[in-house]
């Protein structure tokens, strides 16, 4: 009876040491596993804007109006201004340089004087602001004028300088608007100074 009673209380006692040992093997009282930390991603960079490209040659038409002072009118001459231009542009990155040759015909006429073309010179320097193209220019312009008197009836040399603006409508389209103010000192030996401002919209094909 001892015996079996000992039997029984060993056994009791072997159970859960043995339950334990299997625990432990099984990992069940191994070290707890420690998770992986985050990994930082760094911000996507915002995008850069870029300019477009503006370098090649180019050629449009122009349409505008124009406006002539002078002492030897009774008063200012106003009309249309209707035209063509050429040229070509470098696109530096940031800054655009180039040059253009223009002509303009006009409808203006005031006491028998007519004003019947402006030939222009141009140098062009612009800021690549993506499609559009905020620029300065500046030259010299050549006047011709028709008229009964002699001093008006011939061609002189002056300078002009303006601003302008253009716009990529795609990637051989280009539009825009360019405001001109002119001088042309003695004109023609006439002894009279004529000053003559052109507002044109433009519109020129990139090749």
């Known amino acids: 009876m001892n015996t079996t009673f000992k039997t029984v209380r060993t056994s009791m006692l072997a159970a859960p040491l043995a339950l334990a040992a299997g625990m432990a093997t099984a990992g069940g009282l191994a070290e707890p596993v420690e998770a992986p930390a985050p990994v930082m991603v760094a911000p996507t960079p915002a995008p850069v804007m870029r300019g477009s490209d503006w370098t090649g040659f180019y050629a449009g038409g122009q349409l505008g ?50 004003v019947d073309t402006i030939t222009r010179a141009k140098l062009r320097a612009g800021y690549d602001a993506g499609d559009w193209l905020p620029y300065i220019t500046g030259g010299i312009a050549q006047l011709r004028t028709s008229s009964a008197v ?53 519109v020129s094909f990139q090749f």
Do not use: K
């Not at 200012?76 to 063509?84: I, N, P, S, W």
């Not at 040229?87 to 340089?97: A, E, I, K, T």
């Not at 103010?181 to 433009?202: K, P, V």
């Open 65 to 114: 109006y124009g406006w002539v002072e002078s002492d030897a009118l009774t008063e200012d001459a106003e009309d249309l201004t209707y035209g063509a231009h050429a040229g070509y542009l470098y696109d530096f990155g940031q800054w655009v340089l180039g040059g253009e040759l223009d002509l303009d015909g006009t409808e203006i006429e005031q006491d028998g004087v007519e």
């Open 150 to 202: 002699d001093a008006f009836d011939g061609d002189d040399t002056g300078a002009f300088g303006g601003i302008g603006v253009e716009y990529r409508v795609s990637p051989s389209i280009r539009v825009g608007g360019e405001v001109l103010q002119h001088q042309f000192e003695d004109y023609n030996d006439s002894g009279e100074d004529i000053d003559a401002t052109t507002a044109t919209a433009r």
